[in-house]
T-cell receptor, first 114, second 116 residues
């Protein structure tokens, strides 16, 4: 158990809909990262928050947004969903931003868009 | 250009044998870190081992070791005495530079199957 909690574990929805994925980082971790894993694209970095502030953006679509709250949990909002958004979405946390420490990953939220 | 290249889509090994999973990387930074993660069929990402660009010795963690060849920009994972539970997807990742708000960039992965 990495200590990172993601909900929901599975989500099935229809095209055009909006969903929110939630992440609770390990106790004390200030950094939260979101990654998308799909068969064709592999593991793609989406966005990084450190202590409530956005610090880096990767290949995140404009239809996607995220935030980190004062209690350090984070939410990833996916809107106007398309079939191609079906993927496993990971949240990962670490105490620092950058550095030599590894990222601790949650179990992921598997999104299926029908 | 790909930052992390894992050229082996799949590898087969017999139980108790050693196996090497290849990883090459591309960076112009002097300070970077290389990570290996394991993803079993259940889906979670499990951290295995880390090597820093300034580390003079190859990293080891139990049955895992990292064969770091800086001049060749390679960071191969060696699993000694393979076990059935080692069957999983293995990802090589890099953070560059180590300072600031850098993130991990992952390779496409190598599927390892361990047979009895």
């Amino acid at each position: 158990d990495s200590g990172v909690t993601q909900t929901p574990k599975h989500l099935i929805t229809a095209t055009g809909q909006r969903v929110t994925l939630r992440c609770s980082p390990r106790s004390g971790d200030l950094s939260v990262y979101w990654y998308q894993q799909s068969l064709d694209q592999g593991l793609q970095f989406l966005i990084h928050y450190y202590n409530g502030e956005e610090r880096a953006k990767g290949n995140i679509l404009e239809r996607f947004s995220a935030q980190q709250f004062p209690d350090l949990h984070s939410e990833l909002n996916l809107s106007s969903l398309e079939l191609g958004d079906s993927a496993l979405y990971f949240c990962a946390s670490s105490y620092r931003a950058g550095g030599t420490g590894e990222l601790f990953f949650g179990e992921g939220s598997r999104l299926t868009v029908l | 250009a790909q930052k992390i290249t894992q050229t082996q889509p799949g590898m087969f090994v017999q139980e108790k044998e050693a196996v090497t999973l290849d990883c090459t990387y591309d960076t112009s930074d002097q300070s970077y870190g290389l990570f290996w993660y394991k993803q079993p069929s259940s889906g979670e990402m499990i951290f295995l081992i880390y090597q820093g660009s300034y580390d003079e010795q190859n990293a080891t963690e139990g049955r895992y070791s990292l064969n770091f060849q800086k001049a060749r920009k390679s960071a191969n994972l060696v699993i000694s005495a393979s076990q059935l539970g080692d069957s999983a997807m293995y990802f090589c990742a890099m953070r560059e530079p180590l300072s600031g708000y850098s993130t991990l960039t992952f390779g496409k992965g190598t599927m390892l199957l361990v047979s009895p």
